[in-house]
């Protein structure tokens, strides 16, 4: 059964600095929630309270309701999975997997069968009788997930479970990861500084900032509506500008800004008239053409072009002296120095950190 877990004021000191500061969250059952964020932002620090790996300086730790603060890792029954995978070379894979359930006393035919079948559950059901040192990267990640499986966790902790991996296995192992924490019904939390990561399998994502928490909440909302340009950058490409605020109705934020008069239906908190405030439009939001009903448009001029990938790059510079960054798919005839119309709607720009309900640093 899949539990909620629960984070209220957990602060942790470490000499004279404050690694986790206040921080307060909840995870759903069943819910896969990642925790991201620059190094030394507390992402780990948090995994390791959550482990019983660490004693908070301040707050508690509750799991469906019950304190697990002071209790020890084993009796809190987590299982976690390291960047390391934390493997003993000399034990066959069904020896490191069988682990966890010898210090739980379990008799022989019982961790027998849960080892086999968690084995086959991450495609290594053959391999058993192999030593670590015998197998793959990706091969070796797929025992440690087994080992933290197969005890029957309430939660599972990861802990940048695929940063040894290259490209192409990372995104199958995360991709196995997900399956798993559904198929078994787990509540698991995911440390990791990769945002491909979060927003490809997670079902809540949490930005950290020194020790502080940013937001919270699913992928695309917290991509779609940051709430800070910590975040709004954090989380991938955009563009930043400043603007004033010249009517508010209905929700729509009017904005006059160096690049022309832009709208807003995208803001947390209360912005006011004849206030600045900064917004954020993500690249692949503007487009070069002619505006549609509802959109906002914007005169400019093409001043440079780079590929990346199967997109172009282009910087469009409006009459005030204001730039930014839109993607367009290649095969476009458009050249350097053409002017354009670019198209955003309300709804793709977002107003920053304004309010009382803005969260975090601005």
């Not at 697990?68 to 995978?85: A, E, I, S």
């Not at 340009?229 to 508010?248: H, M, P």
Request: aromatic content about 4%; some cysteine; overall charge neutral.
């Amino acid at each position: 059964m899949s539990v909620e877990v629960k984070l209220t004021g957990v602060t942790k000191r470490i000499g004279s600095i404050t690694a986790v500061d206040q921080l307060s969250l909840s995870i759903k059952p069943s819910d896969l929630l990642f925790i991201l964020g620059p190094s030394g932002c507390g992402k780990t620090t948090t995994l390791r309270m959550l482990a019983g790996l660490s004693d908070p300086s301040e707050g508690r730790i509750h799991f469906d309701g019950r304190d697990v603060t002071d209790l020890t890792p084993r009796k809190r029954n987590v299982g976690m999975v390291f960047q390391n995978y934390a493997l003993w070379p000399h034990m066959t894979v069904e020896d490191n997997v069988e682990f966890g359930l010898r210090m739980r006393k379990l008799p022989r035919k019982e961790r027998r069968e849960r080892v086999a079948g968690v084995l086959s559950q991450v495609g290594l059901g053959e391999y058993g009788k192999r030593k670590p040192g015998q197998l793959s990267g990706g091969q070796q990640q797929r025992v440690a997930l087994a080992r933290a499986l197969v005890v029957h966790p309430d939660v599972l902790l990861l802990d940048e479970p695929l940063s040894n991996l290259d490209a192409n296995l990372r995104v199958q192992m995360r991709e196995l990861i997900r399956d798993l924490c559904k198929t078994n019904n787990l509540t698991a939390l995911y440390v990791t500084h990769d945002q491909e990561e979060a927003m490809s399998i997670a079902d809540q994502v949490a930005i950290l900032r020194d020790g502080q928490l940013e937001q919270i909440g699913p992928p695309d909302e917290v991509y779609a509506k940051p709430r800070s340009e910590f975040v709004a950058r954090f989380l991938g490409e955009t563009n930043i500008l400043k603007g004033d605020v010249a009517s508010i109705a209905d929700g729509r934020v009017e904005l006059k800004t160096s690049a022309g008069v832009i709208a807003s239906t995208n803001h947390s908190g209360s912005p006011t008239v004849g206030e600045q405030v900064s917004y954020s439009i993500r690249p692949e939001s503007a487009h070069l053409r002619a505006a549609l009903p509802e959109e906002c448009s914007l005169s400019g001029r093409i001043v440079e072009t780079k590929r990346r990938g199967h997109w172009l790059r282009r910087r469009i510079e409006f009459g005030g002296g204001a730039s930014i960054i839109v993607q367009e798919a290649l095969g476009s005839e458009r050249n350097d120095g053409d002017k354009v119309n670019v198209a955003i709607h309300p709804h793709d720009v977002s107003i920053l950190g304004v309010g009382a309900n803005g969260t975090g640093h601005t």
